[in-house]
């Protein structure tokens, strides 16, 4: 089976930094995502890792190692409109486009 | 704005009906696949069309059937509903090929709730 886990919430103070973990088990890896969902909303792309290492984007930046079967999505100088679900997803084979999604992390940025 | 659209945003069913979702893809894609998310759950799979074929099935019972036409919009089909079917159902989009790796765009969603 596809075992994707994630912190289930996390806390942390506007303008800090916060990361996100995400290990997965699973049956091939071809890439991984994560998503920011508000709440009652579609989830919102944010990131693709297919590489080992460092992407950075803005104030969100991803990492992956493939061979920990690991990720992380750091927020940096957090807003209060960062309080959203983060989603990793993970896609398993080259020939298809289905993201395998873990539970989500409820991220709750307070003042 | 993703482009890609819901409908109906909101729908009460009760048990044993039957319900229809819509979804109508965000211009030259034409690969749709279907999710639902259960309060609190990441989306879970239920199925995608690649050109009006299905082209993968996660892990629902033959309840769940779909449609994708022509214009790649696509419909989701759910028959003899229950309560546990109440949801958040997504749809999502993108430009598919073997090996792409291009993002995929999501709908806002239909909640759905069975009494």
């Known amino acids: 089976g596809q075992n994707i886990d994630q912190p289930t919430e996390m806390t942390a103070t506007e303008g800090a930094i916060v990361q996100i973990n995400c290990t997965y088990q699973t049956s091939g890896f071809n890439g991984l995502f994560w998503y920011q969902q508000h709440a009652g909303e579609a989830p919102t792309f944010l990131s693709y890792n297919v590489l080992d290492g460092l992407e950075e984007k803005g104030r969100f930046s991803s990492f992956l190692s493939r061979s920990k079967g690991y990720s992380y999505l750091l927020l940096k100088e957090l807003q209060m409109k960062d309080s959203a679900s983060y989603l990793c997803?993970?896609?398993?084979?080259?020939?298809?486009?289905?993201?395998?999604f873990g539970r989500g992390t409820s991220l709750i940025v307070h003042p | 704005e993703t482009g890609v659209t819901q409908s109906p945003t909101h729908l009460i069913k009760t048990r044993g009906q039957q319900v229809t979702l819509r979804c109508s893809s965000q211009s030259g894609h034409n690969t749709v696949s279907w999710y639902q998310q259960a309060l609190g759950q990441g989306p879970q799979f239920i199925f995608q069309?690649?050109?009006?074929?299905?082209?993968g099935r996660g892990n629902f019972p033959p309840r769940f059937s779909g449609l994708q036409f022509p214009n790649y919009s696509s419909e989701l089909n759910v028959n003899a509903l229950e309560l546990d079917d109440s949801a958040l159902y997504l749809c999502?989009?993108?430009?598919?090929?073997?090996?792409?790796?291009?993002?995929?765009?999501f709908g806002p969603g239909t909640r759905l709730t069975v009494l």
């Open positions: 999502a989009t993108f430009q598919g090929f073997v090996g792409s790796t291009d993002t995929q765009y």
């Open positions: 069309y690649y050109r009006e074929e299905e082209n």
């Open positions: 997803a993970v896609r398993l084979s080259g020939g298809s486009y289905i993201p395998t």
